[in-house]
């Protein structure tokens, strides 16, 4: 609640705080607005009398095209700072057993969320770029059917499309608003990048791969009305993926990234319109936009080893190898893996050799205490009792 009154006052106050937002002029100006994840935060409001609120902190993240779309879309900060929070979440969980683990920074003004890993263009990066588009693309499109967002609402487009008469069912109104939720991704997410360069053209590519990986999991729902289940009646609609599933999906393309250079013909035509044509709002965003901003999407990177194909649309794309994240190095923003968990039977990423880059590990036995013999009371309660049990665990040296 507190939160949403701070969001709704953000327009009230403009700071700029322009500096930091071109510093890094080689990373592409697209990330700062991650800080709003952590809006909530106590620490990012200084609270001044008469219950007005010091937003300068947050809206310092944002770029000015951000903050006239928070503006004119009453509503939508609220959507993008839990999409922010969710992308976190989520690469944290994808993370949680590698070296690389997504952690964040408590934001701090003028400094990345997710610390100094994106100046570079590794496939760590590339996943960041990718999950918080994909998350802000589907927080909005559900913001839209919950009515959550003043210029948006369920998508009835569907219904006119196909005529009810080839079918024995209809559309039954409320469908998450993809449409809106690309588009808005596409204006706000990809604000300051430009593809002039490489690392531009690797931001853009996967904040795009990001974006279908939500459309392309889209799913049709329905729900009978007839006579005791005859289901004489059914309507339909379209939902949105379970977040989780983009994580899934997003870290397999993680997995099987392309490394990427420019192309000669950097101008080669690719046809992006084809996920997008089936939302009518992608009309106003072109007329809006003009040609420049389409061509923007329009670039084939080449991948770095001519026997790989070239990569896809939902592909993940890098520019630069990773570090190996052994080592604690603050000038590349990398915590090591000194006193991680590893796990001594897994020979993947999260056993012990890996993990701790063959510097070995120590074992432990801790007692936890954790819930454990639950019940469940009706209704709707679950009770539990807390059990003391002894594991080993191993960290890493
Ligand atoms: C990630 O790893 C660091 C140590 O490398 C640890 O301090 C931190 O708690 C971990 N974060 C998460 C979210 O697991
Ligand atoms: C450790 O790795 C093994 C083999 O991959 C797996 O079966 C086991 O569940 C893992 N243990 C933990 C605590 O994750």
Redesign the pocket.
């Given at each position: 609640m507190r939160l949403w009154m701070f969001l709704t006052v953000l327009s009230v106050t403009v700071h700029a705080s322009l500096e930091e937002i071109t510093r890094n002029k080689n990373r592409g100006r697209g990330s700062t607005w991650w800080g709003i994840a952590k809006a909530g935060e106590p620490n990012n409001f200084l609270p001044m009398s008469a219950g007005s609120i010091h937003m300068e902190p947050v809206y310092a993240t944002l770029r000015r095209k951000q903050r006239r779309l928070a503006r004119e879309n009453p509503g939508v900060l609220m959507s993008v700072s839990r999409g922010a929070n969710q992308a976190i979440a989520e690469c944290q969980h994808q993370f949680r057993n590698r070296r690389w683990n997504c952690s964040t920074k408590n934001f701090l003004r003028g400094k990345n969320l997710f610390g100094k890993i994106v100046d570079r263009g590794c496939r760590e990066t590339a996943f960041i770029y990718a999950i918080t588009s994909a998350a802000v693309t589907h927080s909005i499109a559900r913001a839209c059917s919950e009515g959550s967002i003043q210029s948006c609402s369920c998508d009835y487009t569907h219904q006119s499309r196909v005529s009810s008469a080839v079918r024995d069912w209809e559309w039954g109104g409320c469908s998450d608003n993809i449409g809106y939720g690309f588009k808005f991704s596409r204006e706000f997410v990809d604000t300051g990048e430009r593809g002039r360069n490489l690392r531009e053209k690797m931001n853009l590519h996967n904040n795009e791969a990001g974006r279908a990986h939500v459309t392309s999991e889209m799913r049709q729902e329905c729900k009978c009305h007839g006579m005791s289940g005859s289901c004489t009646v059914k309507t339909c609609w379209m939902r949105l993926p379970n977040f989780r599933v983009v994580g899934d999906n997003l870290k397999d393309r993680f997995d099987g990234a392309s490394r990427v250079m420019v192309s000669n013909s950097d101008r080669a035509r690719v046809t992006n319109n084809a996920i997008t044509s089936n939302s009518a709002s992608n009309s106003v965003h072109q007329h809006r936009d003009g040609l420049g901003r389409r061509q923007r999407y329009n670039f084939q990177l080449k991948p770095y080893n001519p026997e790989h194909k070239p990569p896809g649309q939902k592909d993940l794309v890098y520019v630069e190898p990773s570090p190996p994240f052994c080592e604690k190095n603050p000038k590349l923003g990398i915590l090591g893996t000194h006193g991680r968990q590893c796990?001594d039977?897994?020979i993947?990423v999260?056993g012990c050799d890996l993990m701790c880059c063959g510097r070995g590990h120590k074992t432990q036995e801790v007692t936890v205490i954790e819930r454990c013999s639950c019940t469940f009371h009706w209704c709707c309660e679950v009770k539990c009792q807390l059990c003391r049990t002894k594991k080993t665990v191993h960290t890493c040296l």
């Open positions: 796990n039977t897994s993947g999260d």
